[in-house]
């Protein structure tokens, strides 16, 4: 399973800004999908997750209400519409992909088996 995440950049506080990452594989079809985030001198947290055939989504307090994950099984790609960002959003995103996970629930809690390379979103103040 290969990933690229796209979309990053330089905002400023209130804006939104929407993050794609397209997955390559011939054998992905199910599993769970997701975003993960890397700040500066901070460990890599979860963002949000999603299950690669269906609706059911996952998200992390910080970015409940704000941010929503989605994904189109036609194109490849999972997509993370962000909205009211704050400069604490700022970070390195990653999209990952866990084949063997059944809820997106899980994919906190269980190191996803596949990374893509990252994106940058600065968010200004």
């Known amino acids: 399973v290969q990933l690229q995440a796209s979309g990053g950049g330089l905002v400023q506080a209130g804006a939104s800004l929407r993050l794609s990452c397209s997955v390559s594989s011939r054998t992905f079809s199910s599993g769970v999908l997701g975003w993960f985030r890397q700040a500066p001198g901070k460990k890599r947290e979860f963002v949000a997750s999603i299950l690669w055939s269906g609706t059911d989504t996952y998200y992390a307090d910080s970015v409940k209400g704000r941010f929503t994950i989605s994904g189109d099984s036609s194109k490849n790609t999972i997509y993370l519409q962000m909205s009211s960002l704050k400069p604490e959003d700022t970070a390195v995103y990653y999209c990952?992909?866990?084949?063997?996970?059944?809820?997106?629930?899980?994919?906190?809690?269980?190191?996803?088996?596949?990374w893509g390379q990252g994106t940058l979103v600065t968010v200004s103040s």
């Open positions: 990952a992909a866990d084949p063997w996970a059944a809820k997106p629930r899980q994919m906190p809690a269980i190191p996803p088996g596949y």
